[in-house]
């Protein structure tokens, strides 16, 4: 089993690696929630790592990441808490993938309205669960 602090080395290492291979958040598409699954946008979510800030490829703005809680104010953690072993169930603290995928539409709804793209990426990764953390971007 992963302990707490071996998380979050693991996160520190995997956000210096991820900078230096250019990644980014993954943008949220009509197509990726199409799937009610959740599968196909589960696949796309790149490990950032505990990245706070990441500069789009297209320059600015930055891509910052966000609680889920200013979006979704009930929701008890500051990332998704998602499973990822497949074998959790839907009555578990840690959302399946299906449930995750509700929460991120539900998201991106109320982070549309004021205006920003989302975008999400693991922040830490445990053995059965991960944390993945949404991004935002100022849309003009």
């Known amino acids: ?36 699954s959740g599968r196909t946008l589960a696949r796309a979510i790149p490990y950032l790592g505990d990245r706070e800030r990441i500069r789009a490829a297209d320059g600015p703005p930055m891509w910052v990441r966000s609680d889920v809680r200013g979006y979704l104010p009930t929701y008890r953690y500051a990332w998704f808490f998602v499973d990822s072993s497949g074998f959790g169930g839907a009555e578990e603290p840690a ?8 929460l991120v ?4 709804g109320a982070a549309h309205a004021d205006g920003y ?12 669960q991960v944390h993945i953390a949404p991004y935002l971007r100022k849309v003009n």
């Open 117 to 128: 793209t989302v975008g999400l990426g693991i922040a830490e990764a445990g053995q059965f």
């Open 95 to 102: 959302a399946t993938v299906p449930q995750f995928r509700n």
């Open 1 to 36: 089993m992963i302990s707490a602090e071996q998380s979050q080395q693991m996160a520190r290492q995997r956000a210096r690696e991820s900078a230096q291979e250019g990644l980014r958040p993954c943008s949220i598409w009509p197509e990726d929630m199409a799937d009610e």
């Open 105 to 108: 539409l539900e998201y991106c």
